[in-house]
């Protein structure tokens, strides 16, 4: 029997349809969804909670001329399905493949690029805008889930809609968890709407009561209407969206298909802005990612009949977080702060045993920064550790409000440098340029579990001032490296004559790969503190050897090499020095591996450059 998935490329195919095909149509991509993502690894439990919602979205709306704007945008699976990519779904994530997050390069379907949560509001007014001003037709719809009003920017750009009344559709996908469970006052505010569904049953008898009455004058039909307004405030209070401007529908069941089309195609004419309040189960029809969303968010290959995946061994991000405990039980003014990502980062311990030592402020790195400085000024010793790609979303705060007050404030970076299938906008390649030239930052860079262990007590206890360790994802380290450190001091990993190699942090391992391909004398010197640089070690080795190269996870502006390259023509040192990092180009998706061998930062790349 032929399969409805297979006959469906457009919204023209989905109009095709009636409700209970609709109906069919979701349960196949439910099924397509787990076998792909079973074995490519991706965001499966949002993906599964978004398919009533998307299906209804293509089948009411016209794409690419109507414009859906994904917030965050690893929900997007099923828009790509239905929008021509489904034969593709087997390189999702891959290299060379199908992106996990909505990519305009890649199809016109895909109206704005994104990768980061609250801002897909500021986007849509933006192309409302646009329209507006070309005076073309078309609708213009943002979808965001609740971990999305966590952030401060979607209330700026809320604002700005409501105020000016632009029209514009807000989808509001609330499924009670963001990427941990959600956490704060507009969490509870939604609670208190999802009680209220009994309004929005009635809103439709209402309107089809109005059409049907003959000869009704807009003086009445006002009137009825004003009087559904008041029926509205005695069975819900004004929402907070009500008072932003927007005309807020719902809360809508995000799985039944015949309220979310009936819905979409009453608010698609409406000439003001509106915000549709809709429920969905992350992880829905299928029991492993609906028992465990949070394992479930964003996972790698599994076994789709159990759900289980393989095992992995210690990773930074663990040794993160049993040194955290450790360092907890001895250190009482030790504070942690996370961004809804206690799992992620290694936290997920700490917010059990430290319960009153322990702040989610939701997806608000913004906030997390300047809340963290605050502790500091009142005595405490807060460490938030954020993804690299995360933490730039605070540039701002970091400078402002912690390194210009030399706060101690500890930062550490997970996924410094290229993180893989996740793509351009989560690629932590630029922490070190965004960092090193903030006054009263120190950067530090293990190049083993056992050296971030060693540096996480080292900025906790016998630091004072804001200071971050950047470390990559997963478990790579070098050979032979003693993981005590001290402060400003190069490691001499290995003596030599011929070159000088200088690297930190992951790339530390590639160095001596590259050594041992050149069989010269080569000198390897470890840099754990990337800044402040020890500048007498580098010099010292370049007038030995006449032959310097760098090799970093950064993009080559502002990097490591930047600054040694700096330091080398202001001491007018005379030696050859190449840079080896990442270009001025938004860094793809693909294995580390693939990566590193496309931008030349594989060890036989960069040997065989270092000959020439």
Known sequence: MDKLLDTINSHEDLKKLNTDELTALCGEIREFLIDSVSKTGGHLASNLGVVELTVALHTVFEVPKDKIIFDVGHQSYVHKILT?????????????????????????????????SSTSVSAALGLARGRDLSAENYSVIAVFGDGALTGGMIYEAMNDAGHTKTP????????EMSIA??????????????????YFRSKYVVERFLKKIPFCGNAIVNMIKHVKRAFRRLVIPTTLFDDMGFHYMGPVDGHDMKSLISCFEYVRGENRPVLIHVQTKKGK??????????????????????????????????????????????????????????????LDEFMKRYKKRFFDVGI?????????????????VPVIPLYSSFLQRAYDQTLHDVCLQKLHVVFPIDRAGIVGADGETHQGVYDISYLSHMPNMTIL??????????????????????????YPRGSAQAENIPPEFTLGKAQFI???????????????????????????SAEIIAMPTIKPLDEAAVISSAMKTGYVITIEDNVKIGGMGSMIGTLLKEKQIDCKFKIFAFPDTPVTHGTVDELDKLYGLNALTIAGKVRS
Request: glycine content about 12%; cysteine-free.
């Open 494 to 520: 290995q003596k030599g004559n011929d070159i000088t190699i200088i690297a930190s942090g992951r790339m530390l391992k590639r160095a001596q790969e590259v050594a041992a391909i050149l069989g010269k």
């Open 168 to 175: 514009l559709i807000l989808i509001l996908n609330d499924n």
């Open 84 to 116: 021509g990519r489904r034969s593709g779904f087997d390189t999702l994530r891959q290299f060379g493949g199908i992106s996990g997050f909505p990519k305009s390069t890649e199809s016109e379907a895909d109206a704005f690029n994104t990768g980061h």
């Open 445 to 470: 860079s293990p190049a083993t579990l056992d050296q971030l262990t060693y540096m996480l007590d080292f900025a906790v206890n016998k630091f004072d001032g804001p200071i971050a360790i950047r």
């Open 364 to 380: 608000a790195e913004q906030h997390g920064v300047t809340f963290a400085a605050g502790l500091a000024k009142a005595g405490y």
């Open 285 to 346: 029809g299928y029991a492993p990612a609906e028992n465990n969303p949070q394992k479930f968010h964003g996972i790698s290959s599994f076994d789709k009949a159990t759900g289980e995946t393989k095992k992995s061994g210690e990773t930074y991000s663990s040794r993160f977080g049993a040194t955290m405990l450790n360092l907890a039980e001895k250190n009482k003014k030790l504070v942690a702060i996370t961004g809804a990502m206690p799992n992620g980062t290694g």
């Open 181 to 198: 469970k959600n956490v704060g006052a507009v969490s509870k505010h939604l609670r208190t709407l999802r009680t209220s569904s009994v």
